[in-house]
T-cell receptor
Framework: DAKTTQPTSMDCAEGRAANLPCNHS???????VYWYRQIHSQGPQYIIH???NNETNEMASLIITEDRKSSTLILPHATLRDTAVYYC??????????????FGTGTRLQVTL | GAVVSQHPSWVICKSGTSVKIECRSL??????MFWYRQFPKQSLMLMAT?????????EQGVEKDKFLINHASLTLSTLTVTSAHPEDSSFYIC?????????????FGPGTRLTVT
């Protein structure tokens, strides 16, 4: 699976957009970009995923560059409850039942007043 | 939908004893569940893949005789830490495969914090 690189930490003011970058320069054509987050002492929570088109759901937007070597997760109006570690994961499209997720170190997002 | 629970949420046990952690898919059936371990300030590390009705598949370096996994039904997988020692103290998290959008997506439980004294 392709490796991802994320900044260790970021700060964001409450109410502003949080833009979390992820580099996945070795991604292959059949690999999706997934984002999960983990609030302190809880299990990870699925946020969004995409292949090459930009995606949006009720939680966030995912912008993937045309060459697919990087992506940005956007939380449009961050709140204190969005403080968490955000993981960017590359995963093959052929997700059989045994498909694994490999977690990197993620980005620790701190939302402040 | 796609709710995964774990029990207990935390447990303290004495060194040398065994402890069982349950992972349940509450509103769906999961043929495959996964067990992760997370040490403080570190990321999640996959321990094993649990398959209903068959033996679990363990990741390299994980002792299968120490971490016993049983996936006896489509909604329940258990992880038993045998002869626990203080170095086994960790946050144990399970996930279950949920069919969604033509694929299988992993949904995670809330985790179980194990402290071995």
């Amino acid at each position: 699976d392709a490796k991802t690189t994320q900044p260790t930490s970021m700060d964001c003011a409450e109410g502003r957009a949080a833009n979390l970058p992820c580099n996945h320069s070795t991604i292959s054509g059949n690999e999706y970009v997934y984002w999960y987050r983990q609030i302190h002492s809880q299990g990870p929570q699925y946020i969004i995923h995409g292949l090459k088109n930009n995606e949006t759901n009720e939680m966030a937007s995912l912008i993937i560059t045309e060459d697919r070597k990087s992506s940005t997760l956007i939380l449009p109006h961050a709140t204190l409850r969005d403080t968490a570690v955000y993981y960017c994961i590359v995963r093959p499209s052929d997700t059989g039942t045994a498909s694994k997720l490999t977690f990197g170190t993620g980005t620790r997002l701190q939302v402040t007043l | 939908g796609a709710v995964v629970s774990q029990h207990p949420s935390w447990v303290i046990c004495k060194s040398g004893t065994s402890v069982k952690i349950e992972c349940r898919s509450l509103d769906f059936q999961a043929t495959t569940m996964f067990w992760y371990r997370q040490f403080p300030k570190q990321s999640l590390m996959l321990m094993a893949t649990s398959n209903e009705g068959s033996k679990a598949t363990y990741e390299q370096g994980v002792e299968k005789d120490k971490f016993l996994i049983n996936h006896a039904s489509l909604t329940l997988s258990t992880l038993t830490v045998t002869s626990a020692h203080p170095e086994d103290s960790s946050f144990y998290i399970c996930s279950a495969n949920y069919p969604a959008r033509g694929r299988y997506e992993q949904y995670f439980g809330p985790g179980t914090r194990l402290t071995v004294t």
